[in-house]
Every structure is written in C-alpha cells, then in structure tokens.
C-alpha cells in the first residue's frame, strides 16, 4: 500500500487531519506528538491491512543548538504487505517524554534504551530503561549537541584534543 | 528427544545461583557479559551487558565529513566491511541524488557478494568449531583465505577496506583479477559440497544443532532479527529482492529459507543451512555480474567539491 492509502485508514480511524504530510519539510515523514504516538502504535500494529509487524529502527535526534525540540524517528515495516512507514515524534528538550512502544514491538526495548542512553529521552511506560551502551555511572547525553565532554572519570585524567584538531 | 532436565528433576529447586560470563570469555568472540541466573543445570534468566563492544562511532563522526566515516563503517562488522561501505555509500549518494557509473554498479555488487562469502564461511566455519567440529573450521578459513588475497589484490587491505567510496569505488579491478575471480568460483563451487560432506550432514553435528533455540516466525519478526538468521525461520524476505539497492534487481538468484528439515523450523540448523545454500546463490550472482561487467569506464562518478546532503 502507498503512504496516502496508509495515512487514509489512520485519519478514518482517528479523524480528518489527524496525520498529514508538510510536503515541504519531507515527502515521506509522519509527523506526530507523543500523545498521538502513543495512540497510534497499537492501532498500526494490530490493523490487518497495515499490519506494521516490524520495527525496523528507532534513531533519537537533537534537531540543533538553537532548537527547543529532540525528536524520536521510527522506521516501521510491514513484512506481510511490504509497505513501509516513518514516523516522527518531536519532544521538548526540558522534558522529553515519549511513551514507549517497548511491549508493541520488542526490539523497542533495546532500540529505546539507546535513544535514552545518548539523548535522554524518557520512554513512558518502558519496563526497564537503563542505559544499555554507555556505564550505568555515565553522566549526562553524549549525543546531545550541547553535551560537553568530561573532564575526569574515576578520576582518570582524561586527554584534551590535540590543538588544530577539529 | 530424550528426557529433558525438567523431567528427570522434577519439582526440586535448588537455590538460585547468579554466574558472571564474560566480559572476557572464549566463547563469546567479541567482548560481552551475561549475568545468567542458574537453578542447578537450568537457566532461568540471562541480563546482556553489550555495551563493551561501543565505540562512539556516532560521536567521533559527529566531527568528521561524509568521506571521513567511510573506515568507520568498516568496523561495525570488521568480517563483512564491503557490505557495510555499500550501505553508507548508497545512503549518502541517495540524499546527495548522485547516479554513480554502471562499472561501479557491478563492481560493487561482485565484492559485496565476495565478502559475503567470506563472511558465511567464518559463521558456518566458527559455528562448527562452538558445537565441537575442527576440522570444517581449517576447509572454510582455506577457502576464506583465497578471498581475503583477492581482496588485497584488489585495494590492499585484507579486512578493513575503504573500498567503496562516495560514488564510486577506491580501485579499478587490477589486470588480472577478473580472471582469478573466475578461477576462484570453478575451485569453490565444489567445495560447497565438501561443507555439507563434513559439516552439515554429520550426525553429531544435527544432533547438537537440529531443534535447538527455535526461533518461530512472530518472535523473529518482533525482536527484529534480520538477514540469514529471519530467513532460517522460514519468512523469504530479502533486502536484495525486496527492496532492491544498487543493481540487484537485474540478477537471477534464489532466496533460501528454514524449512525445518533436520528438526522444526527456525533451529540452528536451519539457520545454518541458509547460510550454506547461500553461498551457492552468492557464487550465481558474482558469476552474472563479472559477465555482464563493463570493461571501459570510470570508477568514480563526478562528485562536487564538498559533500553534502542537499537540504530539503
């Protein structure tokens, strides 16, 4: 099925304009809120002519400096149809909440535990977040842009850049 | 099957003991801890601590042009780096809405499927040496090792590459590789059959394999498993035929799946044999695309001066 006959049973389900396309930032991204999200999730899994039954991936984003917003894209994938989706969920950056998608899918479970181990992002309703990469003692969001690198670990020194390094 | 641990014990549970495996471990190539939770010889919870094995990769490339993060992707799986340079380099090119040349096209298919070989004959070959079998794991690293001089005959390098680039590809085939490629898949089509001989019919080696960890279809698909391993639980799904990269949809090829034969469907077995038959399908394709190889041309495309993704 192509994106419009897709976004065509969610908005019957859930009303007109409840997911639409901003052809001008992407042609082919979904944009919701969490609370859509999490409304949704269930629904694209357990209809039978969706039938999303493959979460391909989950990529955490941090849209800038001067952005307000982090952001969770999903890459769903239906291995009955083969047709596919990408959904993105943008979050405020004071508190980043998504609700998680963990029991849905399980592959979420270890795909969400990274988003939170290098952005932070909090996944309501995940039954066991903790980081997954990263020690469990690890301060702060290395993939945040505005993370700033430690200067000791364990009061391990750790080496500043060499000078002309970019 | 015989009587299993369950059975014999009946109700009888002992305490529970918590045993560290790994991080340093033989048998877990590669660094990884699993905290297993035993009751006597049953396993009753095993924690994964993966994070061993990270490397920022992210974050280094964070300050890196799109060029720069090619040797990075060769060591997301240092066993299958042309693979993993594909995959960057089609991306790129996709949002750069570069058309690389057609002799590109087919060169990068044949190393893919090259290094696809090789990396098939150290997972049958490793498995065999991880359920007791030797001498299976010397006749794939043989084999193997005929790869890896054709490698680096071709750019030098006999794991990490750096071969395929940004549109295009580091080398031109050097005179002569053609043909010992040819030479290569003559000797190795029939060495297939010495794997089965050896390694895939041997009775030990299905006792140990066959109906152990199945993985059935709904499970595979919702803990995301992926390439050969979803194959052998029987679902013919194939990125390749699927959704064709590159110039795979010109090539006649086959999709092997699990179909339990030795034992149910989505055993180790089965996950191995799909690798086996893979490798035939493997040799077909490479043998389609050096035949249909461009002698002339390029092997890189007209890049601008500095790369980067076009703004939507």
Known sequence: MDLAGIIGIINAKFGEDFVSIDEEVSTDTVRLTPEQWGQLAPFLRET???????????????????????AVVYNLHSMKHNHKLEIYVSTPKSVPKVPSVEQIWRIADWFEREVFDMYG??????????????????????????YEFPETWHGIVVDKMKEGWE | MGVTIEQELGSVHGEEMVLNIGPQHPSTHGVLRLKVHTDGEIITKIIPYIGYLHRCFEKH???????QAIPFTDRCDYIGSMNNNFGYAVAVEQLMEIKVPEKVEFIRVIVAEMNRIASHLLAIGTFGLDVGAFTPFLYCFRDRERILDLFEM???????????WIGGVSHDFPVGWVEKTYEFLDYFEPKINEYNDLLTYNKIFIERSADVGVIPVDVAISYGVTGPNLRGSGVRWDLRKDDPYGIYDRFEFDIPIGTGAMGSVGDCWDRYYVRVRELEECVKIIRQALDALPRDGDVHAALPKKIRPKAS
């Open chain 1, 48 to 70: 039978p002519e969706l039938f999303f039954d493959a979460m391909m991936c989950i990529t955490g984003i941090d849209e800038g400096v001067e952005s307000e917003n982090l």
């Open chain 1, 121 to 146: 992002i909090e996944f309501d309703g995940h039954r066991d977040l903790r980081r997954i990469l990263l020690p469990s003692d690890w301060e702060g969001f290395p993939l945040r842009k505005d």
């Open chain 2, 61 to 67: 490339c964070e300050n890196l042009t799109y060029e």
């Open chain 2, 154 to 164: 071709l750019c030098g390098a006999r794991l990490l590459y750096n071969y395929i």
